[in-house]
């Protein structure tokens, strides 16, 4: 897309939804920070039900000491890699109370510095919990950034950059948001739905990603069919072949 592009795009996006934000629920910066290191490779649907059982017993980092990392572990047990999860939980309250008089942290580096947070988790708390105009790059806005050009690269961090460089200022707060909801919802990963999509008309993906994807349905099916029909062929023949076996071994049979 050029820029001009980018601009309409940006514009329909806040139209549509102009006040975007997280689905996980949080009340407090902290409580952003422990769903966001959940949510790592899980749903915000599965953090949002651990962490609403979890919040009203511990919901701070002394809380969550407490609690301890076994209580922590049967809390947050239906989320994947949870064992990992408690204990960079745990770690991180720890540094919260040593180094940050028990506050998360707004710098980048101390956020970064904290067990279970990288790169992508700091953008979302930064953005997120302070409002500053960080775009974290997940697997929605990795993609969604790739198909409509808006910010092409080969890794998160080319990606990241390239946004930072491209999406105007007056959008970047939001960003994150609006390209996430985009992916999570229109521009999925398979069969992306570029009818419903407001960037249809300057997205250069545009019904490429549905046309190749039907047609290698349409391929699959195809396939499908000639290898059953091929296997009922092999089968009425390998019947054919036992029935004369059957036949010469019994010639009286008839
Ligand atoms: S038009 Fe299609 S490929 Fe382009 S952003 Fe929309 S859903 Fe994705």
Same mark, same amino acid.
């Given at each position: 897309?050029? @820029?001009d592009?980018i601009?309409t795009? *940006?514009?329909?996006?806040? !139209?549509?939804? @102009?006040?975007?934000t997280?689905? +996980?629920?949080?009340?407090?910066?902290?409580?952003?920070?422990? &769903?966001?290191?959940?949510?790592?490779?899980?749903? !915000?649907?599965?953090?949002? =039900?651990?962490?609403?059982?979890?919040?009203?017993? &511990?919901?701070? @980092?002394?809380?969550?000491?407490?609690?301890?990392?076994?209580? +922590?572990?049967?809390?947050?047990k239906?989320?994947g890699?949870?064992? #990992?999860k408690a204990?960079n939980?745990?770690?991180?309250?720890?540094?919260l109370? !040593?180094?940050h008089?028990?506050?998360?942290p707004?710098?980048?580096?101390?956020?970064?510095?904290?067990?279970?947070?990288?790169?992508?988790?700091?953008?979302?708390?930064?953005? #997120?919990? *302070?409002?500053?105009?960080?775009?974290a $790059?997940?697997?929605?806005i990795?993609?969604?950034?790739?198909?409509?050009?808006?910010a092409?690269g080969?890794? $998160?961090?080319?990606?990241?950059k390239?946004?930072?460089?491209?999406? @105007?200022?007056k959008?970047?707060?939001?960003?994150?948001h609006?390209l996430?909801?985009?992916?999570?919802? #229109?521009?999925?990963a398979?069969?992306?739905?570029?009818k419903?999509?407001?960037?249809? !008309?300057?997205?250069?993906?545009? *019904? =490429?990603?549905?046309?190749?994807?039907?047609?290698?349905?349409h391929?699959?099916?195809?396939?499908?069919?000639?290898?059953?029909?091929r296997?009922k062929?092999a089968? #009425? &023949?390998?019947?054919?072949?036992?029935?004369?076996? =059957?036949k010469r071994?019994s010639?009286?049979?008839?």
């Open positions: 897309m050029n @820029p592009q601009e795009a *940006f514009q329909r996006l806040r !139209d549509q939804e @102009p006040e975007p997280t689905e +996980l629920t949080y009340n407090t910066p902290f409580e952003l920070l422990i &769903a966001v290191i959940l949510s790592a490779q899980a749903t !915000d649907v599965s953090v949002n =039900q651990a962490t609403s059982k979890l919040y009203p017993v &511990a919901n701070t @980092p002394q809380g969550i000491i407490d609690l301890g990392v076994t209580k +922590l572990k049967s809390h947050i239906s989320i890699l949870f064992n #990992t204990e939980i745990i770690k991180t309250c720890g540094m109370i !040593d180094l008089n028990g506050q998360v707004q710098q980048r580096e101390s956020l970064e510095a904290l067990p279970g947070v990288g790169r992508k988790t700091a953008n979302v708390i930064l953005n #997120t919990a *302070f409002g500053h105009s960080t775009i $790059v997940d697997t929605h990795f993609r969604v950034s790739n198909r409509t050009g808006i092409p080969k890794n $998160v961090i080319e990606v990241e390239r946004l930072i460089d491209r999406v @105007p200022r959008y970047q707060r939001h960003a994150h609006w996430i909801l985009l992916g999570r919802y #229109t521009c999925v398979r069969n992306p739905k570029c419903q999509c407001l960037l249809s !008309d300057i997205c250069p993906s545009a *019904f =490429q990603l549905e046309a190749v994807s039907t047609a290698k349905s391929r699959q099916k195809t396939t499908n069919k000639r290898s059953s029909s296997s062929s089968s #009425t &023949a390998t019947k054919k072949i036992s029935r004369n076996q =059957q071994k010639p009286t049979a008839e």
